[in-house]
């Protein structure tokens, strides 16, 4: 199974850019992992926020293959325990996922067409956070799980 997180503009502040290396960096031992970024819209100053959901979801759509198995994150989706998150994980392998994509949509949110998309929606928190900042948070979760998974001595109850 491949992992591949799909989000929206670039990571800015150094400080998550270097989480983020670090994290992905661990990955490699565990899963194959890429970080697709979709750049920013240019000139959206004076479009609606549904219209530009509607452009980036038209992106986002874009990079899913027929095969993928997409998970929204979103704050409205289910919550996991970081021990039920790499359950989660573990199913997906067990069900032959050849790529399982995460997808963080831009500041509005996303379309509803890759609401649909999405097999499942997951929470990170009921807490919002900065769509950059879900980054790491979400590849440290990554990371956690499959050292949970694995067994290893990442993850204390």
């Known amino acids: 199974m491949k992992i591949c997180l799909l989000a929206i503009g670039k990571t800015s502040a150094s400080y998550l850019r270097e989480g983020i290396e670090e994290y992905e960096k661990r990955l490699s031992f565990y899963v194959p992992y890429e970080m697709r970024v979709i750049p920013d819209l240019k000139r959206v100053k004076n479009l609606p926020e549904d219209q530009q ?17 997409v998970v929204l994150l979103d704050e409205r989706g289910g919550e996991y325990t970081s021990r039920e998150f790499s359950g989660f994980l573990e199913r997906m392998a067990r069900e032959r996922t050849r790529r399982l994509v995460f997808v963080i949509g831009g500041a509005y949110g996303v379309a509803g067409r890759v609401h649909d998309r999405a097999r499942e929606k997951v929470s990170l928190s009921r807490m919002t956070f900065s ?23 990442y993850h204390h109850d």
Do not use: C, N
């Not at 959901?53 to 198995?69: M, N, P, W």
């Not at 956690?144 to 694995?150: D, H, K, P, S």
């Open 53 to 69: 959901k509607e452009r980036e979801g038209e992106l986002i759509l874009g990079q899913l293959e027929e095969t993928d198995t």
């Open 131 to 153: 769509h950059q900042m879900v980054r790491l948070i979400f590849v440290e979760q990554l990371y956690r799980a499959m050292t949970i998974w694995r067994g290893e001595p």
